[in-house]
Nanobody, 124 residues
Framework: QVQLVESGGGLVQAGGSLRLSCAASGLNFRRSSMGWFRQAPGKEREFVAA????????YYSISVRGRFTISRDDAKNTVYLQMNSLKPEDTAVYYCAADSGRQSPTSGHNYRYWGQGTQVTVSS
């Protein structure tokens, strides 16, 4: 079955950096849409960044564009999220998501598979 395992979360001061990893198994990684989403306490889940199906396009939310970078290593079936210039408002549980469809990768409704999440806390 499909498994997505995130790692790399933690506590960091404002202005610092973290790199999240998501190791995928059980799916055609190269042809899958791969996305990162986050959910802060009391808020709805929101889109962060994603590769579209077969990596045709890359998408970022306005709130992270220029600070976060999504990348992937197809040989390792792993997608990364490099987060720089972190702000307290970036504090959330970050989730990796995957789907083999061609729907918009910026909507969480279009992802069938989700990881367990990793906590990112940015102190001021």
């Amino acid at each position: 079955q499909v498994q997505l395992v995130e790692s790399g979360g933690g506590l960091v001061q404002a202005g610092g950096s973290l790199r999240l990893s998501c190791a995928a198994s059980g799916l055609n990684f190269r042809r899958s849409s791969m996305g990162w989403f986050r959910q802060a306490p009391g808020k709805e889940r929101e889109f962060v960044a994603a590769f579209s199906w077969s990596s045709v396009n890359i998408y970022y939310s306005i709130s992270v564009r220029g600070r976060f970078t999504i990348s992937r290593d197809d040989a390792k079936n792993t997608v990364y999220l490099q987060m720089n210039s972190l702000k307290p408002e970036d504090t959330a549980v970050y989730y990796c998501a995957a789907d083999s469809g061609r729907q918009s990768p910026t909507s969480g409704h279009n992802y069938r598979y989700w990881g367990q999440g990793t906590q990112v806390t940015v102190s001021s």
